[in-house]
């Protein structure tokens, strides 16, 4: 149970709007949201768990109740809330429970951290509809956005800046790539 259950409200810029996902390990939720049209910026941290200011051993060590996460700020004349849970259901397993590929723990469940009451409908809906298209049942949960704690520098854009780092090349590129075939039209600067 997070220390905190209350929804924490979080500064945008005007126009802007702000969605907390986890889908897994953050690099590779923010890789592939950091090309999406009408995202603005992806900031990878920690949300759901018990402690004040966590860090990245702790949060490994399976013992904050933390979520690897990533709050993605958007433009909403541009894309919305329910595309982006689109794409966030359809990169990742939403079927597996604690666990993405080979990182297992708490840290890398799917969880999609709601900001108001319109989220969490969008969120309900979205997952009625695409459960459907999913053999095994969708374990994704739908918890507050509470105190998001923005991770370590070296964790920001890493796919970025660490494109043929092992992991990057394993898992990460999957991901965008999975992105890219799915979602074309979604492409910064594809025009579509």
Not at 37 to 62: A, T
Not at 145 to 167: C, I, L, M, S, W
Request: net charge neutral.
């Amino acid at each position: 149970m997070p220390f905190d259950s209350e929804i924490v409200e979080v500064k945008t810029r005007p126009g802007e709007e702000v969605a907390t996902l986890a889908g897994g390990c953050f690099w590779c939720t923010e890789a592939v949201f950091e090309r999406m049209e009408g995202v603005n910026d992806v900031v990878s941290g920690y949300i759901g768990g018990k402690i004040k200011n966590p860090n990245y051993k702790q949060v490994c060590g399976k013992m904050t109740g933390h979520a690897e996460a990533v709050q993605i700020y958007y433009d909403p004349s541009k894309t919305n809330f329910e595309e982006l849970l689109k794409v966030f259901f359809k990169t990742h397993d939403p079927t597996t429970l604690n666990r993405q590929g080979a990182d297992g723990g708490p840290q890398y469940r799917s969880s999609i951290f709601v900001h108001n009451d319109e989220q969490r409908e969008i969120a309900k809906k979205t997952m009625e509809k695409l459960g459907e298209e999913y053999r095994d049942p969708i374990v994704t949960l739908i918890e507050p956005a509470t105190k998001f704690y923005v991770a370590e520098e070296y964790h920001q854009d890493y796919y970025r800046r660490n494109p043929n780092a092992g992991y990057c090349q394993a898992v990460v590129a999957a991901k965008v790539r999975k992105f890219n075939r799915n979602f074309g039209d979604k492409i910064k600067g594809s025009g579509k």
